[in-house]
């Protein structure tokens, strides 16, 4: 394996690489989900948007006319 490293670093830096991406993203799709799922409760217990928001998240602006 160290033979092979040593010959060609460009592939051994790849396959490294690629299982460094397999191995996290587990981890990756866990954490998204949750965040989805805190997201959503969140957005239950609280509503969207809230009052002084439009549904971009841009302040609303009231002309005091």
Do not use: C
């Not at 969207?48 to 998240?57: I, M, T």
């Amino acid at each position: 394996m160290w033979e092979f490293a040593t010959k060609n670093p460009f592939e051994a830096l790849l396959i490294v690489a690629i299982i460094a991406w397999a191995a996290t993203r587990p981890f990756s799709y866990a954490f998204r989900a949750y965040n989805r799922r805190l997201r959503s409760q969140n957005i239950v217990a609280h509503g969207w948007p809230p009052e002084h928001l439009d549904a971009d998240g841009n302040a609303i602006e009231h002309d005091n006319e």
